[in-house]
């Protein structure tokens, strides 16, 4: 299982980014997807997840309205389109299949967000 972030980068308050998550490994269209951040010197918390087929997600209470997950198991990728972001969304991002423990060891590289004016 191996996991290629990528769409992070610097942004403003109340900017934007879509962060993309490509997977290898393992039949991508069978497993739920988790998408995870880690700020620095905090623990890993859980973002959003979404279904295998893509027709149920579900989000931390602080991202919802704001974060939108989806996948295209075509592509074997999943997205996480940020909105109105804040500086308390400064984390590095990652993805994990929905049955892996939060705090297990990453499976890329994850994608650094940083919110500062």
């Known amino acids: 299982v191996q996991f290629v972030e990528s769409g992070g980068g610097m942004v403003q308050p109340g900017g934007s980014l879509r962060l993309s998550c490509t997977a290898f490994?393992?039949?991508?269209?069978?497993?739920?997807m988790n998408w995870v951040r880690q700020a620095p010197g905090k623990g890993p918390e859980w973002v959003s997840r979404i279904s295998s087929g893509g027709k149920i997600t579900s989000y931390r209470d602080s991202v919802k309205g704001r974060f939108t997950v989806s996948r295209d198991n075509a592509k074997n990728t999943l997205y996480l389109q940020m909105d109105s972001l804040k500086s308390e969304d400064t984390a590095l991002y990652y993805c994990?299949?929905?049955?892996?423990?939060?705090?297990?060891?990453?499976r890329g590289q994850g994608t650094q967000v940083i919110v500062s004016p």
């Open positions: 994990q299949k929905a049955d892996a423990k939060l705090g297990a060891p990453l």
């Open positions: 490994g393992f039949t991508f269209s069978m497993f739920g």
